[in-house]
């Protein structure tokens, strides 16, 4: 396709590749449980059937993405564990973790009613991730350590909080009565207060976490006219729990790590360096000052189009469902000052001054790439209601800094120019398949074309003049969404007044041209508290007088 002057944005994106012999971990983990347990009645400390639809997504992660090995998990937390050679998206942390989180939410989502055929769920979930590296199978092993130890100290100390709230104390006077117990303590607290032995008692899965991992089974397929068997190796998806998953012990057993990766493990290692944990804990952040873009993308949506029939080369519905994602995803992240859509992908723009997640990428990246893939898949059925899902919408994500306003302004006109030029070509495309051509006579005969025999192209192929300028502005123009006043005209005795409120709006506007962002300036205003703005304009009511 053509370059376009404003393609030089695309150096501002900087090169996140792991490289070996790190072995790649994608951490996950929900985004404010607390309040998403709440509102969902999670029986406490631990809801079996919530757990329970943690595993299955965690298992679909494994058995979608051929190269995560084993996964360990707990509460609202998982662990997923690449082989050490992995390729997968050419070891790109940013495409790797959102590729993660999207599928894993997705499936959450998806997956819920089977769990909880009771419970609606009542708003998107959405999930956090992070990538951790491990330099070597020792560091692999200090991971899984630490991660089983928080699972034994978190649910040792839940049980007992939970316990004694239910027995009738408030919860500050629990974590008093718990502050600086032991171990041993605890289990005795339990013991003698609750008649609760917690090893006996308490399930394993709560206590120890669960591990997910595929290993190798031989399946017979046929046999022979000897009668010997034709066996044929598959992959098979495992759940189990087990008290030191950091043990050698334990990994001899699978098929996961090799003899020579597995000889790197201590024999009884039982304490993480704290070195370790400060690097499984670092994050990196963008640079201060800068406006964020955090650019989404479908994943295979060729693929995903295609199975559920989507018009083409645009989908008015598919279009509006990734609109009415986008209009979520600004009213949960009040940083999101400016989003632009076109196709798979979308581009949310953060206010240059965001502290958002204090500007951790990954979390960033990760928390909006989650909770667009959960709206889009609990809010399919709105879209297309005669339609089933059949397969997991999932999506990518990347986030990139912009200096200045200009740079900004010219990376969402280079996402137009490429709207546009797509756009085009796509219309003419399938116009010349619909009149009879094949495929690659449709390519091979718009190869080289510019945009003005492209028009003449649409104009012959229709009979309309100007065909292209007849062509819904969505589609050629993409959309965009950003808060704006809306105002209302009330009648009272004392005349017509007005009342404003700020909401979301979805638009489909010139945004190359200055026109629309000397109409809209409170967008990239720099001095403009957007999340204040949005409060005071819509008081408490969602409607204030106007001034
Ligand atoms: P990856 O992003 O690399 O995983 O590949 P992809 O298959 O998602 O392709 P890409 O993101 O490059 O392009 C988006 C694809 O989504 C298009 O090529 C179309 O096949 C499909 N698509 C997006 N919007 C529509 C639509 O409105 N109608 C139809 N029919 N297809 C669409
Ligand atoms: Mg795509």
Partial sequence: MANSKYEYVKSFEVEDEIMLPNTIIIHVHARDFCRFSEVHEFEKPNDKKASELMNECSKAVLEQFPDVIFSYGYSDEYSFIFRKE??????????????????????????????????DLKYAPSFRARVICCASMEVLQAYLLWRQYECHTN?????????????????????????????????????????????????????????????????????????????????????????????????????????????????????????????????????????????IDGCHFHRFSDVHEFEKPNDAQALNLMNACAVAVLEEFRDVVFAYGVSDEYSFVL??????????????????????????????????????????PYFDGRAVCYPSIEIIKDYLAWRQVDCHINNQYN????????????????????????????????????????????????????????????????????????????????????????????AHPQILDEKVDHFKAVQMANGKNGWNDLP
């Avoid at 958002?356 to 609990?378: G, H, K, N």
């Avoid at 700020?502 to 010139?510: A, D, L, P, Q, S």
Wanted: proline residues 2%; charged residues 25%.
């Fill in 86 to 119: 992995t390729k997968f998206y050419q070891r790109r942390g940013s495409k790797i973790l959102s590729l993660i989180a999207s599928f894993f939410t997705s499936t959450y989502v998806t997956k819920w009613g089977a769990l909880f055929p009771q419970k």
């Fill in 155 to 295: 649910n040792q100390y839940n049980t007992c909080l939970w316990q004694l709230i239910k027995s009738g104390k408030s919860k500050e006077e629990a974590q008093a009565t718990l502050r600086g117990s032991l171990k041993q303590d605890k289990n005795e607290l339990l013991y003698q207060c609750f008649n609760i032995n917690y090893k006996k008692d308490i399930p394993e899965m709560f206590r120890q976490g669960t591990c997910i991992l595929k290993t190798e089974v031989e399946d017979i397929v046929k046999y022979k006219d000897d009668g010997s068997p034709v066996t044929r190796t598959r992959r098979k998806v495992l759940t189990v729990h087990s008290e030191n998953i950091a043990s050698k012990r334990f990994w001899k057993e699978k098929s996961c790590l090799s003899k020579k990766e597995l000889d790197q493990f201590c024999d009884d290692l039982n304490k993480t360096r704290p070195e370790y944990v400060k690097s499984f804990q670092y994050e990196s952040r963008l640079m201060l000052s800068t406006w964020i873009v955090v650019r």
């Fill in 351 to 392: 206010k240059k001054d965001s502290q958002l997640y204090q500007r951790c990428a990954s979390e960033i990246v990760s928390s909006v790439v989650s909770f667009f893939s959960s709206t889009y898949t609990m809010s399919w059925n709105e879209f297309f209601p005669q339609k089933e899902m059949k397969h997991l």
């Fill in 427 to 518: 219309t003419c495309f399938w116009l010349l398949v619909k009149s009879g051509k094949s495929k690659s006579d449709a390519q091979s005969y718009l190869k080289g074309t510019q945009t003005q025999e492209k028009n003449e192209l649409l104009d012959r192929l229709t009979g309309i003049i100007n065909y292209y300028n007849t062509l819904p502005p969505m589609f050629c123009l993409g959309s965009s969404v950003f808060w704006d006043k809306e105002t209302k005209r009330v009648d009272n005795e004392e005349g017509a007044t007005g009342k404003s409120r700020r909401i979301v709006v979805v638009g489909h506007c010139n945004i190359i041209e200055t026109g629309f962002w000397e």
